[in-house]
């Protein structure tokens, strides 16, 4: 599984990007969450990776966090960068109907939008496949400088 989102934060706070409550259990679930305006970090089922890198506020950066099934490894990039990671999380990964929230998470077992983020989110991805770190650094590289990362030369006339 991979989520990625372009985000930019705008004030310090703890505010969630990405958040699915998985059970009726507070502390469970995953949540992509801007810890205190200067860390992206990733929490599931109560395994948290926290990043080595900081993020800078009001500038756009490049989130993305894979879930390998079987290992149930989680890795966060940030910036095309890989920043944390960790072991096994605590239980195995099911499918329920709760669903997921942008930009708001539920920090207990009820349903009301709490630990709002205070910036922008675009450019959201849910995907159930894990996109490699190359894939992730050729992906935040396109969108980050797109005339740096490829270049058009001048139309070529051809004649028959």
């Known amino acids: 599984m991979t989520i990625e989102a372009w985000v930019r934060t705008d004030t ?5 990007i990405v958040c699915r409550q998985k059970g009726t259990a507070g502390g ?7 810890a205190g305006g200067s860390a992206a970090s990733y929490w599931m089922d109560g395994i948290t990776t ?11 950066h490049h989130w993305v966090v894979t879930i390998t099934t079987g290992s149930n490894n989680i890795k966060l990039y940030i910036d095309g960068v890989l920043s944390g990671s960790t072991g096994t ?8 109907d ?5 930009g708001a998470g539920e920090n207990d077992a009820t349903t009301t939008p709490t630990e709002f983020f205070n910036g922008a989110i675009d450019e959201v991805h849910i995907l159930n496949t894990v996109l490699t770190q190359q894939w992730i650094q050729t992906e935040y590289a396109n969108m980050n400088n797109p005339s740096g990362f490829v270049s058009v ?3 070529v006339q051809v004649t028959a």
């Open 89 to 96: 999380i605590n239980s195995a990964w099911t499918l329920d």
């Open 50 to 60: 926290n990043p080595s890198q900081s993020v800078t506020q009001s500038v756009w």
């Open 153 to 155: 030369g001048s139309e």
């Open 98 to 102: 709760n669903p997921v929230l942008f």
């Open 28 to 34: 469970d679930g995953y949540v992509m969450f801007e």
């Open 12 to 16: 310090a706070n703890m505010g969630c």
